[in-house]
Every structure is written in C-alpha cells, then in structure tokens.
C-alpha cells in the first residue's frame, strides 16, 4: 500500500532560505575590527613640537606622546625619568626628537607593536653597574699617616689621594680592579682589591729616589732637575 505524502509548509520555506541566502552569504566580506598597524617610518614621520625650557624627561616624553598619538615603555628607574632636559622642537619630525632628547642620554628606543620601548644603552649599563666601594689607610713604615697619597684604579685615570688623615675612599667597577698606591718618596705599591671593601696599606720608604730629591722652599724637586736650574743660573750670570 502506498503511502500518502502530506505537503509541509515550513520545511518548504527552510528550503527555499537555503537557497536564496546562501550564495548571498558566500559573496558578502566577513569583518572584524582589527587596529590598524603601524608602519616604524609612519611613527617617526609625525611631527612634533616642543617649547623651550627645561623640564623632566617623564615630562617631555608625556608631551611627545599627546602630539604623535604614541605611546612609551619604560622603566623610570632605568632612565632616570626625573632628571631635566631641554629640547625645542617645531614641527620635526618624531626621529629628530627622539634623537636629540635620547641621544646624550644613551637612551636607546625601538618600536614594539606600535609602542615605543625605551632602554639604556649596554655600553651605558656596563659603566652604571653597582660598583664597590674601597676605602682604608695608607700608612708609612713608622705606622704614620700619609697625607696626599695617589690612589688610582690601575689602566685608568680614576683615582683618589689620601686626606689630612690617610683615609681614601675610592669606586671600583668589580672586585678584580687593582688599586695603584703612589707617593713622592716611596715605592710605589700596586694592591687587588679580591672583593674587599677595605685596604689598608703601608708604603716602603725608596731609599733609591729620596737620594735624587731635593727639598726646596715650594716643594721638592729631582737633583737633576735642580742641578740643571743652578747650571742655567750660574751661565745666565
């Protein structure tokens, strides 16, 4: 027996749907908003314009940031934010900026995702790294204080000398410096510091050099040096 087949209505209108908006659906764009991305050379290409006079850095880059539509990573630790700057600007372009305000400071930038990363420099990190402070007393071979007494970071020209109670005080990069002790008189002493925070020295009299050293009425002098000036005396007259 065959069966009857009854007519139904919404399973024709699904149909008919299908049909009709689905090409319509193939053809038409999805969209999604999406940011818009930023090339390096569309950032430094806005221009910018800073008045004269001096305000902080964290200042200035606030300022720079309201003008170009750009936005600044940074530590403010790092680049010392508060320290003053002064740079005028009218109408330049962003590069220049950042160039004339960062560049004496060895603040180096790069762009990351349309924001502006700042960071010191590795030279400049390698120089700003916590240091150790050396101090201590250079004495002679009598146990007596000597005053005046060079001190310096040896293949430098950091150095100290010693105050009225042979007491110096001196910043060492790390704790594989030498310190080099020099003295009109006596022989002069080269120490490693070995992490040690406190050096005291004593310095050996050079017998040797006191013998070419004439004392004078400003000073001392090598014998050759005050010889030579009697000599020159004696043939002027």
């Given amino acids: 027996m065959k069966k009857t087949r009854y007519f139904k209505p919404y399973a024709l209108a699904g149909w008919l749907l299908h049909r009709s908006f689905l090409p319509l659906l193939l053809t038409v764009p999805l969209f999604s908003y999406a940011e818009p991305i930023h090339t390096v050379q569309d950032v430094l290409e806005r221009t910018v314009t800073l008045p004269a006079g001096k305000v902080s850095l964290e200042q200035a880059l606030s300022q720079i940031e309201n003008q170009a539509s750009v936005k600044f990573v940074y530590s403010r630790k790092v680049i010392q934010s508060d320290q003053q700057v002064s740079v005028k600007a009218m109408h330049t372009k962003l590069e220049e900026v950042l ?32 240091k150790l402070t050396v101090t201590g007393t250079v004495t002679d071979n009598q146990g007596q204080t000597l005053t005046g007494v060079s001190v310096v970071l040896k293949g430098t020209t950091t150095g100290s000398a010693t105050d009225a109670n042979g007491r110096y005080t001196l910043n060492v990069p790390d704790d594989a410096a030498t310190l080099v002790f020099s003295y009109v008189g006596y022989v002069t002493q080269e120490v490693s510091v070995g992490g040690r925070s406190a050096i005291d020295v004593k310095l050996e009299t050079d017998t040797k050099s006191l013998s070419e050293v004439v004392v004078i009425g400003y000073g001392t002098q090598k014998r050759s040096d005050v010889t030579g000036s009697l000599a020159s005396s004696v043939l002027k007259s």
Avoid: D
């Fill in 99 to 130: 160039k004339a305000l960062l560049g004496p400071l060895a603040i180096q930038y790069r762009l990351v995702s349309g924001r502006i990363v700042l960071s010191k420099s590795q030279e400049t990190m390698l120089l700003t790294a916590p």
